[in-house]
């Protein structure tokens, strides 16, 4: 589909940012023009190579536009991309090893002791509340690549035992000789002070030039000296294993682009919501970007429309993602919990279930019960997917089943999908066994799915207090706008938004980032009414965020920009003393002044804590603790326009009507009608039953449901009447 400002007098349009969303089953490309006009392509994610269905994705976008990839890929300024391969390989456990790892003496069962909470993380509520349920990882190194180190460092940055060199040296040569791919250092208090790490390097550089065999050392006081050991090492070893093997994904659509004449360069979207080269340090940072670009969208469409609470919802092949801007804020969570493994990666808010179209379904005949997932079909869809090879029913093939999709026109008509062999499925593996007809069984697994949605998405906005009454809904993903009307049912939130270009959002949200780098470090800093400690406290941010700034100007040095254009934002993770979790508060300056400058700072705090947590109880008496210093450099780049379209009234015209088909809600069948979606106009009403159509998503209009397209062509849905 396309939308925006029509082409140049002359019928040209030059192209100049292309957003890419790599997820589990299809790949999503939005490109932009000169005039903030843009499109939209959708492709299967082909997961071994992602160039090819990024390059299938990014014709069926210029398509709409009756323009060739040779066309346009020259006159791209900026290639910004999100993707969920680094994830999947982390999760599906696939990624680069083995790892060596030196830890301070007595913490060599890192990875088998774990820590409690990561016992159980991904568990639900029930799971958590039963300790017999909780299980450990399955390591990503082994033990035997894990050698412990005689050194520590004190809490306060204090040596109390110096460093065992010639333990060092020995874990070293076995660990080489073992055949690692990576050396991992992390001591316990090494981001007090790196003096050990630092030592221990510049000996295992010896060793590798003695030995003849070298292999890249990473430091946790050089990559992420923050507190947290079991986080800081996991990171830490998720770099080499599961980032570092992506860089060739990137590298390789980077190098597909330019062979087709592209100069521009290629950003990846970091979980933090800026954007970095894919030749960072770092790279790890961008573990979660996919989930992270439709956040940024909605804060772009939230700002145009001057909402100031808005939930956004992400309905994927595989996943059901929740997200929340409240009060016009972002929350950042420094500490988050990926693939059942604590980390430390800044990382927009953005809470996730497993549930999405391709989710597999299937009946336990023990008790006779539904269970969704938590595996899923991804790009092979379901059964109704000769190609896919999938055995088991999917939602996708519920919503075939149901009339919601249309079998001619799944991704346009180019991949068929057989509504026959869903409803063969369906009858065999669950309406069959529990004795219904197949339609009702069905519609029974899509409410069910909707049910989890609408319960997960209801717990998040309670969790901060306030309730759906206060939010505007935001859906988007390819599946979202099929399932919107289901999972907002019995909540009343303030409107129902759907962008016509629901299935490329994320890639929208991309395209909507600055180019930013973002590096933290824990200060434990705790702010008091005495003078001498406050000047204290303001000198050790101001030394904390010029070390910072220098950082990320060296980043930007690499990546061949002047770090002197760049504007750099200093904050904090502040709380009050005794808190359990910390909020992000921008500072007035870098330099702050030990009265009214920390003073300011507080007074951010405080704003920031009633607008997150409306209904909790402030302490100031308790006194404020900075647990973090953080350092953001933004290079400001083009952003996509969304223009205003002239706007009409009444029910859409005949050259967007596709005549009718029976779908299935309720449990009866009702006839509705059929909308091309790109043919709909501004102000038009789409009243249910209807299912509105195009090539990249469906919307789904039940029953005594309406949706109005406005002038930004995203729809309104509400209850008629």
């Known amino acids: 589909m396309e939308t925006g400002a029509p082409a140049g007098a002359d019928g040209r349009r030059v192209p100049r940012i292309l957003a890419i969303d790599t997820g589990g089953t ?29 390059l299938r994705s990014l014709e069926d976008a210029l398509g709409y536009w009756g323009m060739s990839r040779a066309d346009a890929v020259p006159h791209l300024r900026a290639v910004v991309y999100s993707g969920t391969s680094m994830l999947n390989r982390l999760l599906e456990r696939r990624g680069d090893g083995p790892i060596g790892v030196l830890v301070t003496a007595g913490f060599e069962d890192y990875f088998r002791m774990e820590r409690a909470v990561q016992t159980y993380a991904g568990y639900p509520y029930a799971d958590r509340l039963h300790a017999v349920t909780h299980v450990h990882n399955q390591p990503i190194v082994e033990r035997r690549y894990v050698f412990g180190v005689r050194e520590r460092v004190s809490f306060f940055g204090e040596e109390v035992v110096p460093l065992y060199e010639e333990e060092v040296r020995d874990a070293v040569r076995r660990l080489l000789a073992m055949g690692v791919v990576a050396l991992c250092i992390s001591f316990l208090y090494a981001y007090r002070d790196p003096r050990h790490e630092l030592a221990a390097e510049a000996i295992a550089r010896e060793v590798m030039a003695e030995t003849g065999r070298s292999v890249p050392v990473y430091l946790s006081s050089r990559s992420n000296p923050v507190r947290g050991d079991l986080a800081r090492l996991n990171t830490m070893v998720v770099e080499v294993y599961a980032a570092r093997p992506s860089r060739a994904q990137l590298f390789d659509i980077r190098s597909r682009l330019q062979a087709e004449g592209s100069t521009a360069p290629v950003r990846v979207l970091a979980s933090h919501g800026g954007t970095v080269s894919p030749d960072v340090d770092w790279l790890v940072s961008t573990l979660v970007s996919g989930p992270i670009g439709g956040i940024l969208g909605a804060r772009r469409l939230s700002e145009l429309y001057g909402f100031e609470n808005v ?32 980390l430390t990666l800044p990382t927009l808010v953005m809470d996730s279930i497993g549930a999405g179209t ?29 190609e896919g090879g999938v055995a088991v029913p999917s939602i996708t093939d519920c919503d075939l089943v149901l009339g919601y999709l249309n079998p001619e026109y799944f991704l346009g008509g180019e991949v068929d999908i057989d509504r026959d062999r869903a409803l063969a499925a369906i009858e065999r593996d669950i309406a069959g066994p529990l004795g219904t007809d197949v339609y009702t069984a069905a519609e029974g697994v899509v409410r069910l799915l909707e049910t989890q949605m609408r319960d997960h998405l209801y717990g998040m906005v309670l969790g901060m207090g306030y309730a759906p009454e206060n939010y505007h809904l935001l859906s ?61 406290v303001a000198d050790a941010l101001a030394r904390a965020w010029t070390e910072l700034r220098e950082r990320i100007a060296d980043e930007f040095r690499r990546d061949g920009l002047n770090p002197d254009a760049m504007t750099f934002v200093p904050s904090v ?149």
Do not use: N
């Not at 959002?505 to 180019?515: H, M, Q, T």
């Open 573 to 721: 993770r502040m709380q009050y003393l005794g808190m359990l979790d910390d909020l992000e508060v921008r500072a007035p300056a870098v330099h702050l002044d030990p009265g009214g400058g920390l003073d300011a700072l507080v007074r951010r705090f405080e704003e920031l804590f009633v607008k997150i947590f409306a209904r909790a109880a402030r302490s100031p008496e308790a006194g404020y603790f900075v647990t973090k210093a953080i350092g953001v450099g933004i290079f400001p780049t083009e952003k996509p326009v969304l223009p205003r379209y002239p706007v009409t009234s009444g029910p859409p015209g005949a050259d967007a009507y596709k005549g009718t088909r029976p779908i299935y809600w309720g449990g009866a069948w009702h006839v509705a009608q059929l909308w091309e979606m790109d043919r709909v106009r501004s102000g038009q009403e789409v009243d249910g039953p209807a299912v509105v159509e195009a090539p990249s998503t469906t919307l789904l209009v039940p029953p005594g449901w309406r949706a109005t397209l406005d002038a930004y062509r995203v729809f309104h849905l509400a209850r008629r009447g």
């Open 476 to 536: 988007y993903g390819g599946g979202g706008p099929l399932h919107v009307a289901g999972y907002t049912a019995g909540l009343a939130f303030q409107d129902i938004l759907v962008p016509t270009w629901a299935a490329a959002f994320s890639a929208f949200g991309g395209a909507c980032a600055d180019y930013s780098y973002r590096y933290d470090r824990s200060v434990d800093l705790l702010i008091t009414p005495d003078p001498r400690q406050r000047a204290a």
């Open 311 to 342: 939930v956004c919802t992400d309905v994927g092949g595989t996943s059901f993602d929740v997200g929340l801007i409240t009060e016009r804020e972002l929350i950042t969570r420094t500490e988050p919990t990926v693939a059942r493994l604590l």
């Open 358 to 386: 391709g989710t597999l379904v299937r009946l336990d005949q023990a008790v006779r019960r539904i269970t969704l997932g938590p595996d899923s079909a991804g790009a092979r869809l379901g059964v109704c997917y000769p």
């Open 26 to 54: 299809m790949t999503d490309t939005f490109v932009v023009d000169e005039r903030g006009a843009f499109t939209i392509g959708k492709a299967q994610t082909t997961p071994e190579r992602e160039s090819e269905g990024l």
